[in-house]
């Protein structure tokens, strides 16, 4: 990268005037960094640097002339990640946002289309008028990785996360996930394999292989965590904003090498059992999805490597007992 006297020359996936952003130019900010297929570590930490700075300041209050559009905080955001979901998005929104009204958090939710051919951005109108808000933005770049990446890092809430849109987590389980984030954990997770947990409809057998290849080839990444690709992931939004910034993945790895940089970043991963259901209709195809992911779990094998003077982060056992 050419420098000019002053250090690093700005990357072209930046805003001249890095410190002066407001909603607007973050997400101008987040459009261009999506373009951008490999970044120097240079490059990356002014990016992180630039929005750390940036989401600080737009926590405590909108900046003049900010669109009408920018999401106030709340207590808690659900982002759900969705493809040519019409079909069942009006019923998992109208459950969602039922449960949603009656905790003692202020939420919305967040549904990021994914490029969908189909009405699932016109869904989000059918549980409009009701006490929590529920919204829609899009993202062009395809992955999942990459439609929860723009829904969290869009976001200016406390606590931030997703869940699929097929509700194959109980919704129930948002209450112990908020409840590991106040008593300060970085990340709670929902687990299908963590002692607890159990499947109330199995997968095929094809899939049930799959996901263990999966789990053994992604367990030196992240030793002691029992499901990664479980879908729902909820985190304190200030702790795992840096982790966003510096994960590449957009597919099914994107999980593990979010997680990995939670931890890496000294931050506490709490597992919560789960009474997982599998739903019918997924859209993973098991040979071309299982190749790309285990592809870029071989190639975060090969980046990631522990920051010397990292430790092994505090377990999450002492959170969980605290938990309802």
């Excluded at 394999?193 to 094809?206: C, E, S």
């Amino acid at each position: 990268m050419r420098t000019t006297s002053g250090g690093v020359a700005p990357h072209p996936a930046l805003p001249r005037e890095s410190t002066m952003l407001g909603v607007g130019e973050l997400d101008q900010l987040l459009r261009s960094a999506e373009d951008v297929d490999v970044l120097d570590d240079a490059a990356m930490s002014a990016v992180s640097d630039a929005f750390d700075d940036a989401s600080a300041r737009l926590t405590e209050a909108p900046a003049w002339g900010e669109p009408a559009t920018a999401r106030s905080p709340v207590d808690l955001e659900v982002v759900i990640p969705a493809y040519n979901e019409s079909g069942r998005l009006p019923a998992t929104l109208t459950a969602m946002v039922a449960f949603l009204t009656e905790q003692p958090w202020t939420s919305r939710v967040v549904v990021v289309d994914n490029g969908s051919a189909d009405d699932t951005a016109a869904s989000v109108l059918s549980v409009q008028g009701t006490g929590v808000e529920a919204v829609a933005i899009g993202c062009s770049r395809p992955g999942k990785g990459a439609a929860v990446r723009r829904g969290m890092c869009t976001s200016r809430s406390r606590f931030v996360g997703f869940t699929d849109s097929d509700l194959s987590t109980p919704l129930e389980t948002l209450r112990r996930a908020v409840a590991a984030l106040t008593g300060g954990a970085a990340a709670s997770i929902g687990s299908r394999n963590a002692p607890g947990a159990r499947r109330a409809v199995k997968q095929g057998l094809g899939r049930r292989l799959g996901g263990s290849a999966f789990r053994l080839a992604s367990r030196p990444l992240l030793p002691g965590v029992h499901d990664t690709q479980c879908g729902f992931k909820f985190f304190d939004r200030a702790a795992v904003q840096s982790a966003l910034w510096r994960s590449r993945s957009t597919g099914f790895a994107f999980d593990v090498e979010l997680l990995r940089h939670i931890r890496d970043d000294g931050g506490c991963i709490v597992e919560i059992p789960v009474t997982w259901t599998d739903a019918a209709g997924s859209s993973l195809r098991p040979v071309r999805d299982g190749l790309a992911a285990f592809t870029a779990v071989a190639r975060l094998h090969r980046e990631l490597t522990r920051a010397p003077g990292h430790g092994r982060p505090p377990t999450s056992s002492s959170l969980l007992r605290g938990l309802p």
